[in-house]
């Protein structure tokens, strides 16, 4: 059986939710017959808990009074305490095989604390299911992470430990080994890897010189003809090369006799072979500027990578020599812009 105060709290909540009930029918267009009806329903419920209320508090202060035991009269003999337990207990069984004092089945106050205890719990769902949805977020991204340095952490593992054997396995190799064999191994060492540098340095001069014949050595000769300066401008023909530039940096315009000489010398080119004099590791002889600026560049870089770190000496300040110093690949003497020498890539410009 519920106390008075449960059913005082019933009571109150039931006020909440008529109070509400009323302020929505208000809101809501309805039959005053069903109004009436309604509130005769919620009348009789009220009246009904409140009758339950009166009844739970006068069976309290009968149980009380029947119960008031003074302690300090209790006879302290077993028998006279087990008396007293029995009648207890004998009460108790009573109240628990008198009827509850239930609500009607026609009552509203059933469907209103179903409806208000299902809000309550769809409302913690929602609340739990978001606060699930965004730990579970986390979670996720805070295992790909421990994932990616759980692999790294496996990477590094095994290069140590390949490493570790490698050392292991070098150390007892060279154990083994006389001092003119270990001279002779590192002189071969040393060669293998001479070898590799000088075969990697070829590489990179042929490409360099390709590089100069096809893409660099026209916008070299624009600039030695007055042009424009090297990166500026590409895609410069020869045709635009022999007629060269005005004095403000632009193309000058083609004449109208120059197109029909010019068909007239591809054709004559085109009948007559080139003569072969045997000389195939040569570079060809310049037959044009562009062929000329690509000459003199290649004959500048030659002659810088023979120098090594000494200056060599220069007929003529040109594009090619200005180009390198713009692209910090050589630099000029200090006090002779005659002079030009590589740069040594392991120290500063001022060394």
Known sequence: ?????????????????????ERTYDEQPISPAALQVYNQKLDDTLRELQDQVRRQEDDLRTLRAANAVDLSKIDTSPWARVSEVRRAKNAYDSLLKADANLPKPESSL?????????????????????????????????????????????VIRDGLQNRIKDIRTEKTSKSKKTPSQLARDFIGDQELKKDEI??????????LHDFVDNTLAPMLAAEDLGGPTVGDVEDISDAVLERGYTSHGKPKKPKATETSHDNTQRRIDELLPRQ??????????????????????HDLLDKLFEAGASYIDLPSESAASRFLVRVKVAQFHPRDARRLRMIDFGRSLND
């Open 276 to 297: 072969n004099d045997g000389r195939e590791n040569e570079r060809p002889h310049s037959t044009n500027k562009r062929e000329a600026a690509a000459a003199e560049m």
């Open 1 to 21: 059986m519920d106390g008075p105060q449960t059913a005082v709290d019933k009571i109150r909540r039931f006020s909440e939710k008529r109070q509400k009930a």
């Open 110 to 154: 059933p469907p209103l604390l179903a409806v208000e205890e299902t809000s309550h719990l769809v409302k913690e769902s929602k609340a739990y299911v978001s606060m699930t949805a965004a730990r579970l977020s986390t979670n996720r991204e805070r295992l790909n992470i421990e994932e990616a340095n759980f692999r790294s952490a496996q």
């Open 198 to 207: 000088d075969m990697s340095i070829e590489d990179l001069k042929k490409t």
